[in-house]
């Protein structure tokens, strides 16, 4: 069935660094791409999404990769903070179903 | 804002119990979704609706059933609870597909059965 692997599974940063999340999925049909963040005790929330027409999208400190030939996407997160640590979860959709990868907890240590 | 509401945030239940989890979103979304989630194993889907009286399974729809007789609610039942049903519990809703994608998640259930 569909499948998304999410790598590192933890991953630790100094404060002003960067950080990279990986994630491949092996249905190469699905065409939206989101990431979701979650603070300790809290929902997940949206904090950026690619559709398959697009290469990379890039919001302030945060930008997203896709290679669809590869099917593989990354997170990346410029100039680290305190408050960015959470856990990360990617996923990948066809239609309006979601499948998550496993997550990636970040800490950012200051 | 969209807003998704769970009725508990803490549960404690016996094993064999009857349980109802639910779910209500005030955005008149079609998609509705119930997840568990275990530490290192993510998010994974138990069933997943998208219309009133219509159900799809998801990847672990075993022990669990669920019912959405209006829009606005989204209902999980345990037939009867086990120990391995101990676990966050998250309701999502989301719009009509070719629309705004994203999933808005409520703040979760943590069911703890004895």
């Known amino acids: 069935g569909e499948n998304v692997e999410q790598h590192p599974s933890t991953l630790s940063v100094q404060e002003g660094d960067s950080a990279v999340i990986k994630c491949t999925y092996s249905d190469s049909a699905s065409n939206y791409f989101p990431w979701y963040k979650q603070e300790l005790g809290k929902r997940p929330q949206l904090i950026i999404d690619i559709r398959s027409n697009v290469g990379e999208k890039k919001d302030q400190r945060i930008a997203v990769t896709l290679n669809k030939t590869a099917k593989h996407f990354s997170l990346h997160i410029t100039e680290t903070q305190p408050e960015d640590s959470a856990v990360y979860f990617c996923a990948a959709s066809t239609d309006y179903k979601l499948i998550f990868g496993s997550g990636t907890r970040l800490l950012v240590r200051p | 804002d969209v807003k998704v509401t769970q009725s508990s945030r803490y549960l404690v239940k016996r094993t064999g119990e009857k349980v109802f989890l639910e779910c209500v979103q005030d955005?008149?979304?079609?998609?509705m979704f119930w997840y568990r989630q275990d530490p290192g194993l993510g998010l994974r889907l138990i069933y997943f609706s998208y219309d009133v009286k219509m159900k799809e399974k998801g990847d672990i729809p075993e022990g669990y059933s669920v019912s959405r007789e209006k829009k606005e609610r989204f209902s999980l039942i345990l037939e009867s609870a086990s120990t391995n049903q101990t676990s966050m519990y998250l309701c999502?809703?989301?719009?009509?597909?070719?629309?705004?994608?994203?999933?808005?998640f409520g703040p979760g259930t943590r069911l703890t059965v004895l």
């Open positions: 999502a809703s989301r719009g009509p597909a070719g629309g705004v994608n994203e999933q808005f």
């Open positions: 955005m008149d979304h079609e998609n």
